[in-house]
């Protein structure tokens, strides 16, 4: 089993800068794509931004420029750093990983870290 943890959420006033953590664990596995997507209250959950074993990176338009997703792949880790923060970037936050094992991907999730932005 692969499971993903997250850390680094929070409440933080707008214009503020947060950084989320999340780390695999587990065994015999390696990593393909690592994102992080969010689900504001009443709304679908989104990606966010995402980033190949690679390290090609893609972005919601929304985040461009404020955001920035990396990895450590010797870690089997993935951050996300959050900068001018706004309001509207409240949600939960979820880590996600494609992960290969026995020749086959599987999707993981984790279990979700609250952002609060206030005005």
């Known amino acids: 089993q692969v499971q993903l943890v997250e850390s680094g959420g929070g409440l933080v006033q707008a214009g503020g800068s947060l950084r989320l953590s999340c780390a695999a664990s587990?065994?015999?596995?390696?990593?393909?794509?690592m994102g992080w997507y969010r689900q504001a209250p009443g709304k679908e959950r989104e990606l966010v931004a995402a980033i190949t074993s690679g390290l090609s990176t893609n972005y919601v338009d929304s985040v461009k420029g404020r955001f920035t997703i990396s990895r450590d792949n010797a870690k089997n880790s993935v951050y996300l750093q959050m900068n001018s923060l706004k309001p509207e970037d409240t949600a939960v936050y979820y880590c996600?990983?494609?992960?290969?094992?026995?020749?086959?991907?599987?999707?993981?999730w984790g279990q979700g870290t609250q952002v609060t932005v206030s005005s």
């Open positions: 587990g065994s015999r596995f390696s990593i393909n794509a």
């Open positions: 996600n990983a494609q992960v290969v094992r026995w020749a086959r991907e599987f999707e993981y």
